[in-house]
């Protein structure tokens, strides 16, 4: 019953997780509770933003909490949808990272991991729960089921929506006094995050696709590939629901490629390697 409970967030987590499909990616817009207002699948749903990890479609970050709070609390779906897009995040990082997996009872891949994980994490949580005491329960639950594999994957989600290593929680019973951090961890092993915080390529390395999603724009205008000779090559492009793009390598030789992605006036490089 305290102010920073998650309690919206956890149920919104847990209704976007069950109903994810095979081919979805995390940059599309999710919806909830679309069906109340009589929306299709499509539409935008009933809270602030639709769930996405392409901060364009949704920006929350936890200082959003503060901003919102009036006296010490704010609404409670509006906490939670904060917590849930932080938890949507970490959910397409475990994905991207090792797939997914259509069985929800007895799969293996990263959605059945990201989901053990949070339910793991609500029995290791304090009585009255912060958003920093939820994260580091989440943690603490990937050092006890995974020996804290993925240490660096979690924090990475968490510090880009702005719950890093040195956001504040103060009172669990006050949402109006947290102060976000988008910092990682001092120990540089786990920064492993993506050069440009606007784009997201992976896998890397691959063999058959290779997927560049958008983070901070609308979506992916125009990618192309070469070879370390500088030779462009030619790679099918699939256009995803996200925005992103979505190259088949299928045929590329094995080898160091440079994938040079631009949407709008930012452009980057990324390495791709082909085993």
Sequence with gaps: ANAEQMGEGWSDFVGLAFTAKKGDVGSQ????????????QTGGGIRTYPYSTNMSINPHTYGNLAKAASGVQTEVHYTGEIWCTMLWDMYWEFVDKYGFDEDLYNGKGGNNMAVQLVFDAMKLQPCGPGFTDARDAILMADE????????????KAFARRGLGYNAAQGSPNNCADGEENFEMPPASAMQTMVAEAWVKAYPNPATSVFVVEPMQVAYIDAIRVLDVQGKQQSVPVMKLQGGGQQLNIAGLSSGLYWVEIQSGTQKTTVKLVKP
Excluded: D, F, S
């Design 29 to 40: 817009a999710r919806g909830v509770g679309n069906w109340l207002i009589g929306e299709t």
């Design 144 to 155: 006890n089921r995974n020996g804290g594999a993925n240490a660096g994957l979690i924090w």
